[in-house]
């Protein structure tokens, strides 16, 4: 496991009670400037917000059906906080989170897509770095990751590293789980 996620999901279990308390927000943000390397700064937040998330989206299936909930009340604070922590780093997030569901779904995605292309020689270890980046880019949103996939793989048809053949079934695979992504693909890809 890595570091990072381990730290992170140490600090949300440990933490998870006081998402409503005023403690939280501060107690995040001592323990992301606690992590010296911005990469690393930004996986942490991140997984922070993808908690809340989650954690937002629990209470609402169960037992926050009212919009005076305590819980509809901590969370656009604390994901305003988190946003804005990141948005410090430089990081612009969208609206359009990947849940940890999502998110995890498309590593696996990308994981078998790096499988599938480990017959291409040619060109291999810039589409296994590509393919590592994009999952490095999840903090994006889904709308501009998956414009960043589709342009990722375009630029590989673009430049022989692969044929259409060989790019379509990796977009399909992609498309699957988040819907079509050919209005997002260079013409010819």
């Not at 590293?161 to 013409?187: D, Q, R, T």
């Amino acid at each position: 496991m890595n570091v990072i996620r381990q730290l992170a999901e140490e600090f949300t279990k440990k933490n998870r009670n006081y998402y409503e308390s005023k403690d939280y927000l501060p107690k995040a943000r001592q323990a992301a400037h606690e992590i010296d390397s911005r990469k690393d700064r930004i996986d942490f937040l991140t997984i922070l917000l993808e908690d809340q998330v989650k954690w937002i989206m629990e209470h609402r299936a169960t037992n926050c059906t009212s919009p005076n909930c305590s819980y509809e009340k901590a969370y656009p604070k604390n994901s305003y906080f988190l946003n804005q922590e990141l948005a410090r780093l430089g990081v612009n997030v969208d609206e359009d989170a990947f849940t940890p569901e999502e998110r995890d779904s498309m590593l696996d995605r990308l994981d078998q897509i790096l499988k599938d292309l480990e017959q291409i020689r040619d060109g291999q270890g810039i589409i296994a770095q590509d393919v590592e980046d994009l999952k490095d880019l999840m903090y994006l949103g889904k709308r501009k990751w998956k414009r960043q996939f589709a342009g990722t793989v375009g630029d590989w048809v673009a430049a022989g590293m692969v044929s259409e053949a060989v790019a379509k079934p990796l977009v399909e695979k992609i498309a699957g789980a988040m819907g079509s992504l050919s209005a997002y693909l260079p013409a010819g890809a």
